[in-house]
């Protein structure tokens, strides 16, 4: 039985670890093969070793992790397909990331599109998809990592960069290390040079920054309502956005391995459409029509 048989009989709330854990099953006798391996080699290394080499008791658990890992990294593919087919989305394996509008996009060097599901959303088109980048050089490597919601919105828009107070301090990020690759908690970088900051009243301020062309400060705070603030702040504060022209991109920060992480960014995506195309259809913007 292959993934696809797997996921056709199950439930669509299916999440990573359900894949994990049928993937487990499914390669139970490569698993006690495994095992019996590793017996056979602890046995041939107390015969002709003893404990004068220790290190090679541990080539077994070695090769286990390594083979995990990227067990693993398979499965998240496996997932990000399968839910994608179970909604009548695309996927690709692979986007191309030099199409990305946003500026977090143009930022340090090896880009990477992965896991890309695409479909039409509330009338929109959108794209979700994991994104990755690097700072630096050599050991000193840094490669950052956020799940991405892009949705294409039938109205230009001021270039406003959102950042989420929690996800600066809350995103996965990979270091590159002498040995292998570790996870730190760390930022997820938005750009916000050549932008000023604009504050806005209430609670806002303790979830979010608002960062801004100066010139459009006024259009700004027409989109951002004191009921768009509240939704943001109720909804949205895990979340950073960058809206570039008709484009909204929607940053989770990790990537995303479950089911209701999906759902919780068409939630988003929907609440944010309604406002903005409400807004624009009752108040008619004489920015509206300027690019």
Not at 66 to 78: M, P, R, T
Not at 179 to 208: C, I, T
Request: glycine residues 6%.
């Amino acid at each position: 039985m292959q993934f696809s048989n797997f996921f056709s009989n199950t439930v669509h709330d299916s999440e990573i670890g359900d894949v994990l854990k049928y993937a487990f099953n499914e390669r139970l006798a490569e698993v006690l093969i495994f095992i019996g391996g590793t017996m056979v080699w602890w046995v041939f290394v107390v015969t002709f070793f003893g404990t004068s080499m220790m290190f090679l008791y541990l080539v077994p658990l070695a090769l286990a992790i390594a083979g995990y890992y990227l067990f693993y990294l398979d499965s998240k593919e496996v997932f990000i397909e399968h839910y994608a087919a179970s909604e009548n989305y695309t996927y690709s394996e692979y986007g191309e990331p030099s199409l990305l509008e946003g500026s977090a996009f143009k930022q340090g060097h090896s880009h990477t599109m992965k896991n890309v599901i695409r479909g039409h959303f509330e009338n929109h088109e959108f794209q979700v998809f994991t994104f990755t980048y690097a700072l630096g050089e050599g050991k000193e490597t840094c490669y950052y990592t956020s799940t991405v919601f892009e949705l294409d919105f039938e109205h230009p828009m001021p270039h406003m960069v959102l950042v989420s107070r929690y996800l600066e301090n809350a995103v996965n990020v990979m270091v590159d290390g002498l040995l292998s690759l570790a996870y730190v908690s760390k930022s997820f970088p938005m750009v916000k040079s050549g932008k000023s900051y604009l504050a806005l009243e209430g609670d806002f301020q303790k979830y979010f920054n608002l960062y801004i062309d100066k010139e459009h400060s006024q259009e700004v705070l027409e989109i951002f309502s004191p009921d768009v603030m509240a939704d943001f702040i109720d909804y949205g504060k895990h979340y950073s956005v960058e809206f570039v022209d008709d484009k909204i991109y929607i940053f989770y920060g990790s990537e995303v391995n479950r089911r209701k992480e999906l759902d919780a960014f068409y939630a988003l995506a929907r609440l944010l459409t309604s406002k903005m195309a409400f807004m624009f259809l009752k108040k008619k913007p004489d920015w509206l029509y300027v690019k």
